[in-house]
């Protein structure tokens, strides 16, 4: 029967790539990781890794152990925190501009309800790589996903606007799509929810648009936009109140994008009761 401790071992291995990095992540002897984890290869009869130098590497039957693994692993951490105070704490993660600007409302409208949660908030892709290792309970993300191992659900819907600093050189292009590409563009990196969404639906309408700028964050987006540095595509949420205040200003406003946040969660995962009170709290923010 394999052991948690076998697990263990194999899911430091995976991300160290060396008994002995393993080894004192999870404080154990070199030779005790490397026994425990060719154990585990023989008790399923199958290599895991495959060796490139001195450093070892998932191999195909490593890459389908992993999920299970790490899935197996997270069960018993929450077996043993059931009677804890943190016991009904959710792991949840949040894209920015969700994180940012919807979730610590959500939040706070469920106050105590569930027990509170360990928040994570990344890019789109990370968040869902984090769901998908079963590292995170769920996810709330900006861009659609694509993974085998993940349940991806529509949940609110959102716009985007073109915006500039409302005394920059570009706030009067209106629809002008040709001088629009002209204009120097601020992006958020690869990966991000907000720049996969914008590339889909408004660069490839554009001929050659000049990226001048990618940021790793909507509100250093919307602080290069308030320095006159060019002009951007952003979520109505991010902008709302500098369109209030009038230092920003939406142009081209025919291109504006209507898209939709997304609910993740790993396929093979039960809900647990906290976690399918916050879903349902999310789901009644949207019909709302």
């Not at 914008?198 to 509100?219: C, D, K, P, T």
């Amino acid at each position: 029967m394999i052991s948690l401790r076998q697990v263990q071992v194999f899911l430091a291995v995976a991300e160290v790539g060396t008994t002995a990095q393993a080894g004192d992540q999870i404080a154990l002897s070199q030779s005790a990781t490397s026994a425990a984890l060719s154990e585990l290869e023989q008790r399923l009869d199958a290599p895991l890794f495959d060796r490139v130098g001195r450093r070892l590497v998932l191999n195909d039957n490593g890459r389908r152990f992993y999920p299970e693994a790490r899935q197996l692993l997270a069960q018993a951490e929450r077996m043993t925190e059931l009677f804890s105070e943190s016991g009904t704490r959710l792991r949840l993660g949040a894209s920015t501009t969700i994180g940012n600007y919807l979730l610590p409302t959500l939040l706070a409208q469920m106050g105590d309800e569930y027990g509170g949660a360990q928040v994570t908030i990344a890019n789109t892709r990370e968040i869902a790589e984090q769901v998908a290792r079963c590292e995170l309970e769920l996810g709330l993300v900006e861009g659609s996903v694509q993974h085998p191992d993940l349940s991806v659900r529509q949940w609110l819907a959102d716009e985007m606007v073109v915006v500039t600093a409302v005394d920059s050189p570009w706030a009067g292009l209106g629809d002008d799509l040709k001088a629009l590409s002209a204009a120097p563009w601020i992006m958020r990196e690869a990966g991000s929810g907000t720049r996969s969404v914008v590339e889909q639906q408004l660069l490839a309408e554009l001929n050659r648009v000049h990226i001048a700028y990618e940021f790793g964050s909507s509100e250093a987006i919307r602080s290069a936009l308030l320095s006159g540095l060019g002009v951007s595509c952003l979520s109505r949420q991010v902008v709302a109140r500098r369109l209030q205040d009038g230092s920003l200003t939406v142009i081209a406003p025919s291109s504006s994008i209507q898209r939709w946040f997304y609910i993740v969660e790993h396929r093979q995962r039960r809900e647990s009761p906290s976690l399918a009170r916050f879903v349902a709290r999310c789901q009644a923010l949207a019909r709302a």
